[in-house]
Nanobody, 116 residues
Framework: QVQLVESGGGLVQAGGSLRLSCAAS????????MGWFRQAPGKEREFVAG????????AYADSVRGRFTIARDNAKNTVFLQMISLRPEDTAVYYC?????????WGQGTQVTVSS
């Protein structure tokens, strides 16, 4: 059974930083693209960042480019999202998944709240 568990969210002031982690179990994701997605209240879930199996190719939503960095450690089956210069509009529940996402892989996510 595939399980993706996000952690690292919390409450932070605007301009602050957080690092999110995604621990994968029940399978090997080393040869799959991975991504981070987020969903704010009343909004559709959106793509935030993606990373190729090698970790050398990355992609970012325009809204986070230059502020967020995605990385992965395939040996530990873990994906990270380093977020700096956080803004109130970054407030959302953040999820990891394969990229493109598998509908059955969505976990609980981790809440990121950025105060103004």
């Amino acid at each position: 059974q595939v399980q993706l568990v996000e952690s690292g969210g919390g409450l932070v002031q605007a301009g602050g930083s957080l690092r999110l982690s995604c621990a994968a179990s029940g399978g090997t994701f080393s040869n799959l693209g991975m991504g981070w997605f987020r969903q704010a209240p009343g909004k559709e879930r959106e793509f935030v960042a993606g990373i190729s199996w090698s970790g050398f190719n990355t992609a970012y939503a325009d809204s986070v480019r230059g502020r967020f960095t995605i990385a992965r450690d395939n040996a530990k089956n873990t994906v990270f999202l380093q977020m700096i210069s956080l803004r109130p509009e970054d407030t959302a529940v953040y999820y990891c998944n394969t990229n493109p996402p598998e509908s059955n892989y969505w976990g609980q996510g981790t809440q990121v709240t950025v105060s103004s």
